[in-house]
């Protein structure tokens, strides 16, 4: 068990550009989420995915941002024409979904700095 | 729209004495989990609460699920700095759901 990798660290990019971030989930998880939290707030949720269909996306979710999980592996979050209120940390987490509890596994996040 | 508002939002004590943080919600959750997240980290899972009334200890840290699951609260016995976190309280929708409404967050200070 590796954890949950996520890649970038950090981003720094001009208002206007498209940034793309990647999650590695925990190899046997069924389940990946991708959360956003700004400083000083706890994360918010915006989608998820179970293998690789996307069952829910939060109305936080604009149409600037998708995400994929291509091979219900690895997942991706692009943001297009990225504006300053995008500047927060993107929060990838995983769990395996069973017949119990599936605690979540959080990846130490993407820091986005828009300037 | 569940949503859960945790207090205090900022604490400092001395090393050694206690404390307690609150979790509070008007929404019914399946099941309630408390994090710790440190600075450029991502939150790590503490415990997790599930039936109304239910106590669990993990060390100096007692956590509480209120009787109608709506609350929770986080109790540490003489507090150490290595206590020194964000601290989150997160509920489940519904069982088999994990689509966490996290709360606003404790940033917890211990002071040598």
């Known amino acids: 068990d590796t954890g949950v990798s996520q890649n970038p660290r950090h981003k720094i990019t001009k208002r206007g550009q498209n940034v793309t971030f990647r999650c590695d989930p925990i190899s046997e998880h069924n389940r990946l989420y991708w959360y956003r939290q700004t400083l000083g707030q706890g994360p918010e949720f915006l989608t998820y995915f179970q293998n690789e269909a996307q069952l829910e996306k939060s109305r936080l979710l604009s149409d600037r941002f998708s995400a994929e999980r291509p091979k219900g592996s690895f997942s991706t979050l692009e943001i297009q024409r990225t504006e300053q209120g995008d500047s927060a940390m993107y929060l990838c987490?995983?769990?395996?979904?069973?017949?119990?509890?599936?605690?979540?596994?959080f990846g130490n996040g993407t820091r986005l700095t828009v300037t | 729209t569940q949503l859960l508002e945790q207090s205090p939002q900022f604490l400092s004590i001395q090393e050694g004495e206690n404390l307690t943080v609150y979790c509070n919600s008007s929404?019914?959750?399946?099941?309630l989990q408390w994090y710790r997240q440190e600075p450029g980290e991502g939150p790590v899972l503490l415990v997790t609460?599930?039936?109304?009334?239910e106590v669990k200890k993990l060390k100096r840290l007692t956590f509480q699920f209120g009787d109608a699951r709506k609350d929770s609260s986080l109790h540490i016995t003489a507090a150490q700095p290595g206590d020194t976190g964000l601290y989150l309280c997160a509920g489940a929708p519904s069982f088999g759901n994990e689509k966490l409404t996290f709360g606003t967050g404790t940033r917890l200070t211990i002071i040598p």
């Open positions: 609460v599930v039936t109304g009334g």
């Open positions: 929404s019914v959750f399946s099941s």
């Open positions: 987490a995983s769990s395996q979904k069973g017949t119990g509890y599936s605690p979540l596994h």
